[in-house]
C-alpha cells in the first residue's frame, strides 16, 4: 500500500470514528458533554445561526414563529443525513485506499456507490469486493448501518415523548396563569385553601417538572430548539414564570427558605442555568429590567386585596431584586439565543 492510499484510509477511519462517537454521544449518552469541540455542537451553531439570521426579516410575528418552529424538527432530519452521508464517504475512502473493488481502475465514485449500496443494506450485487479485507469492511459497514438506523428508529419516540411530556405544564399555564403566562396571573388565579395546601401541591409539581425539564434537555439538548404549539407559550417563559412565582412568596420577610416555594425555586434555577450553559458559554448580563419601577407599582396594583399582596418594606424589593440577579440573567441569554420573547411580571391589559 502507497503512501497517499494509507493516508486516505486513516483519513477514512477517522471520519467514520469521529461520526461514530459524535453519534453515541448524542443519542446514547444521558449526560452533559463537557467536551466544546463536537460536530454535533458545530452542526447547531452553524445552521442555527443562518436559519435564526433570515428570521427578522419576516415582518408578521405568526408566520416568524412558524418559521422558527420548523428548525427544530427539521436540523434533527439534516443531522441524520450528515451523520450517514459521513459514513459513507468515510467507508468509501477505505474502500478506495484498500483497492477492495472488481472493477479497473480504482474509482472513488464506484467505491462511494458501493459504500450507499452497502450502508442501506440494498443487496444488488452489480458490485461485490474484490479483496478478503473489503469483504471485511462490507460485513462491518452493513451492520453499522444496521444498528445506525435501528438507534435512530428507538430514538425519535423517545425524544418526542419528552416533548410531549414537557408540553403538559405549558398548556395548563393557559388556564392557571394567563396568556402569555404571568407571576401576578398565576397569584391571583390561585386561591389558598385551609393552609395553602392547594399552591404547595402546585408548586411541588412545577419542583417536579423544572426536574423533568433539566433531565430531558440534557439527555436530548435539540429539544430546546422545539416550539410550542402556540406563539404566546414556550417552556422558557414556562420556567420563568414559576422562577418569577416563587421568588414573590420568597422575598416576604415571612417567607421560610425551605418551604415549597425554596425547593421548587431551587430545582427551576438550575434547570434554568444547566440548559443555558449548554447553548450559551459566555454572554453579558446586562438586558433590559423586566421588573422596572413602574412596573413593580403595576404589579403591586394586581395583587391588592388578595392573599399575595405585596408588602411595602423596603426590606422586600432588596431581597427580590437579589432573587431575581440569580436567575434573569441566564434566562435573557436563552432567550436572546433562543429567539424567546420573555414574560412580563403582569399584564398591563386584563
Do not use: C
Not at 449526560?31 to 445552521?47: A, E, P, Q, S
Not at 394586581?302 to 423596603?314: A, N, R
Amino acid at each position: 500500500m502507497s503512501l497517499v492510499s494509507l493516508l486516505i484510509g486513516v483519513v477514512g477511519t477517522a471520519i467514520i470514528l469521529i461520526i461514530l462517537g459524535d453519534a453515541f454521544e448524542t443519542i446514547l449518552l444521558p449526560r452533559r458533554i463537557g467536551r466544546r469541540v463536537r460536530l454535533t455542537r458545530y452542526f447547531y451553531l452553524i445552521t442555527w445561526r443562518i436559519w435564526r439570521a433570515y428570521a427578522p426579516h419576516l415582518q408578521k410575528p405568526a408566520r416568524r414563529e412558524a418559521f422558527i418552529g420548523f428548525y427544530g424538527p427539521l436540523s434533527l432530519i439534516l443531522l441524520l443525513t450528515f451523520w450517514a452521508a459521513g459514513l459513507i464517504v468515510g467507508f468509501a475512502l477505505l474502500s478506495f485506499a484498500g483497492h477492495s473493488q472488481t472493477t479497473s481502475p480504482n474509482s472513488f465514485g464506484l467505491a462511494l456507490y458501493m459504500s450507499g449500496e452497502t450502508f442501506f443494506t440494498l443487496g444488488y450485487g452489480d458490485f461485490t469486493p474484490g479483496t478478503a479485507l473489503g469483504r471485511v469492511q462490507s460485513v462491518i459497514e452493513a451492520g453499522i448501518g444496521f444498528g445506525f438506523f435501528a438507534t435512530v428508529i428507538g430514538y425519535l419516540p423517545t425524544m418526542y415523548a419528552a416533548f410531549a411530556q414537557r408540553e403538559v405544564e405549558i398548556a395548563l399555564m393557559d388556564a392557571r396563569a394567563g396568556s402569555p403566562p404571568t407571576a401576578a396571573e398565576f397569584l391571583r388565579r390561585t386561591p389558598l385553601t385551609g393552609d395553602g395546601e392547594h399552591r404547595e401541591d402546585r408548586l411541588a409539581a412545577w419542583e417536579r417538572w423544572s426536574a423533568q425539564l433539566l433531565e430531558t434537555h440534557i439527555s436530548y439538548p435539540q429539544l430546546a430548539y422545539y416550539r410550542s404549539q402556540h406563539s404566546n407559550q414556550s417552556w422558557l417563559a414556562t420556567l420563568v414564570i414559576i422562577l418569577d412565582s416563587t421568588s414573590l412568596m420568597l422575598a416576604r420577610s415571612d417567607a421560610a427558605t425551605h418551604s415549597q416555594a425554596g425547593f421548587t425555586f431551587a430545582s427551576a434555577r438550575h434547570a434554568l442555568v444547566d440548559i443555558t450553559q449548554i447553548f450559551v458559554r459566555r454572554y453579558t448580563p446586562g438586558g433590559p429590567d423586566r421588573l422596572a419601577p413602574e412596573a413593580l407599582l403595576h404589579l403591586r396594583s394586581q395583587l391588592v386585596g388578595t392573599p399575595m399582596e405585596l408588602p411595602s418594606d423596603e426590606g422586600f424589593e432588596a431581597r427580590l431584586a437579589e432573587l431575581r440577579l440569580r436567575y434573569e440573567p441566564y434566562a435573557q441569554a436563552l432567550a436572546a439565543h433562543l429567539l424567546f420573547e420573555l414574560p412580563p411580571w403582569a399584564h398591563r391589559q386584563p
